[in-house]
């Protein structure tokens, strides 16, 4: 199969690495807007070859979309309109935005809209990792409008990369995306934002950070030419979900504020429940 | 050295094990209220033998106090009053309170307030570790109202645990751990009742949850024995803390509500400055 990526960042990277170590690519050539990406790519042997776009797509059996989701977005129908037989899939973040696009396209149906959820806080092409998918889930959405030999191919990718399908409609997608996904780094860009806030009155408190200050707040590092778009696309689902989470983070104020041991021991004690979704 | 660990959870429970594991310890033996966890503790290989407080003290030259801060702060006195010659020290994650209390006995100079910066989610004896405090850091708290002898013998030990030490008061360090700990704490168990209010509605979006989701949550699942009485000795700190988080938080919403693509550039950009911080 010769497959072409679109985007050679953190997520297209991984993906071609992903395809020609499970020897589903017998050619994989890369498209990126940025000639260093395209560079490091090839150097990095993400990628056997690096073209223009229409080249690309037209040699190609199967076309993975990953840039950002405002630009898939944008060139979901000019990508589509030029399709012969190709099948084409997207990893964007958000799968609304893109369908409501693709729908405008008379090849809609080569299209199937995929989010693998996988990522890492960094991005570019020097971020791409191998085995990067194993074991996640992939969410696929609106199976419906595509055609069954496209759904059929890209299903049996994503179980060759070693992830469990799950299908949902997209608007699904985005309101699940904003509680799994989307909330953890707009907590975490805050975090960042609040601590850093402090560092200007004393630098000596990064000397004591630690596992936990780590993890809650390494998505901070997270891109904002991914990240923006994604929330600007999600945004009505995202601020519903802020919302839950300051009022969430109000009742803990209430609780100290008031000194009510009770009632900061029931919210602990329900927040001790996620110990049955992750382990 | 005889050394005495009261309380085998988490970190007395690990301090324990790394003591024994540098050769630091000629015998060990343990204290906790909880007879599962003396047993537990016992099999574990934690400790030689377990004892009565009164025993265990009177027996030692180390003493080291790793029971929950609302605990240690109501034991201390009594500790240091029984001592004749021992050093004591305490791993608390709150520094003033303790530090107030010991104040009140004549054997102050024997304690030595110290809070290595190092913690899982994880609880009892059964959490214990090897190798858990290595490359960490150590803040050694009020060092002055300690004897030189006791303060060289806890440095020694933390040195030789492969920790780096901060001098610093019990005010800033205070202070310093609510920006640093505890407000990733209260966000994370936020974050979960979050998340958990709304899987009553829909059990699916866990089948997602992915590793940005796991790391900014998972602390949500520490033990609410040893957190509340932190958050509850800390509560002004924390009060500060939370409230410039809230206020950061609004301005990602504000930034959402009024489509700012400027200002959410900034907020997300200011953010990623914490690269400098956490690598």
């Known amino acids: 199969m010769k497959v072409a990526v679109i985007g050679l960042g953190l997520i297209g990277g991984s993906m071609a690495l992903a395809l020609k170590d499970k ?46 989701v405002n630009i898939a977005s944008q060139m979901i129908v000019p990508l589509l309109n030029r399709l012969t037989h190709q099948v084409l899939f ?17 090849n809609r149906n080569r299209f199937v809209a995929t989010h693998p959820m996988w990522g890492t806080e960094y991005s570019g092409p020097t971020s791409a990792v ?6 996640k889930a992939v969410v696929i959405c609106n199976s419906e409008a595509s055609d069954a030999d496209a759904l059929e191919k890209t299903s049996s990718i994503y179980q060759a990369l070693g992830m469990h399908l799950l299908y949902m409609d997209a608007a699904a997608h985005d309101i699940h995306a904003a509680y799994i ?6 907590s975490s860009f805050a975090l960042a934002n609040t601590v850093l806030e402090k560092e200007r009155e004393d630098n000596a408190i990064f ?73």
């Open 23 to 68: 020897n589903l690519a017998s050619s994989l050539v890369g498209v990126d807007a940025n000639p260093e990406h395209q560079q490091k790519a090839l150097a990095l042997g993400l990628v056997d070859a690096v073209a223009g776009m229409e080249e690309a797509v037209d040699a190609s059996d199967l076309i993975v979309l990953a840039v950002p």
């Open 90 to 106: 997207d990893v964007g973040s958000t799968k609304q935005s893109i369908c409501t696009a693709a729908d405008a396209s008379p």
């Open 130 to 135: 191998h085995g990067a998918f194993e074991n």
């Open 181 to 186: 996904s989307h909330i953890s780094h707009i």
């Open 207 to 279: 000397e004591m950070a630690s596992g936990g200050f780590e993890s809650t707040v390494r998505l901070a590092k997270s891109n904002p030419e991914m990240w923006m778009p994604i929330f600007m696309q999600n945004k009505e689902n995202i601020l519903d979900v802020l919302n839950e989470h300051i009022s969430q983070l109000r009742k803990f104020k209430s609780s100290l504020e008031k000194e009510d041991e009770g009632f900061l021991l029931e919210l602990i004690n329900n927040a001790n429940r996620i110990r049955r979704i992750i382990k």
